[in-house]
């Protein structure tokens, strides 16, 4: 079993700046690439940004230059550090992780966390 726990949501004001964290924790044997998609009130979900182990990142075009995505491979953590939000930036957050587990290390899963939401106000 593993699981994905986001926090660092919230409300901020335009041009603030906000930084989520996500955690996996559980049967883990390693994890390939993790990432941030959102989703906004009635729109479906968008990536955000992904990582992958080695360190290759990869940013949607609206959050270029605003948003910077690391992780921590020792702590399993993935990390969104945002920069000039805007009001189009309100959105459930999620986290996402392609995760090999210690009973089928061979096969890679998909995981997400439940969402943190953040909330841009003008």
């Known amino acids: 079993q593993v699981q994905l726990v986001e926090s660092g949501g919230g409300l901020v004001q335009t041009g603030g700046s906000l930084r989520l964290s996500c955690a996996a924790s559980?049967?883990?044997?390693?994890?390939?690439?993790m990432g941030w998609y959102r989703q906004a009130p009635g729109k479906q979900r968008d990536l955000v940004a992904t990582?992958?182990?080695?360190?290759?990142?990869n940013y949607a075009d609206s959050v270029k230059g605003r948003f910077t995505i690391s992780r921590d491979n020792a702590k399993n953590m993935v990390y969104l550090q945002m920069n000039s939000l805007k009001p189009e930036d309100t959105a459930v957050y999620y986290c996402?992780?392609?995760?090999?587990?210690?009973?089928?290390?061979?096969?890679?899963?998909?995981?997400w966390g439940q969402g943190t939401q953040v909330t841009v106000s003008t």
């Open positions: 559980g049967t883990i044997f390693s994890i390939n690439t």
């Open positions: 990582i992958t182990s080695g360190g290759i990142t």
């Open positions: 996402h992780g392609v995760v090999r587990t210690t009973y089928r290390p061979a096969v890679p899963y998909t995981y």
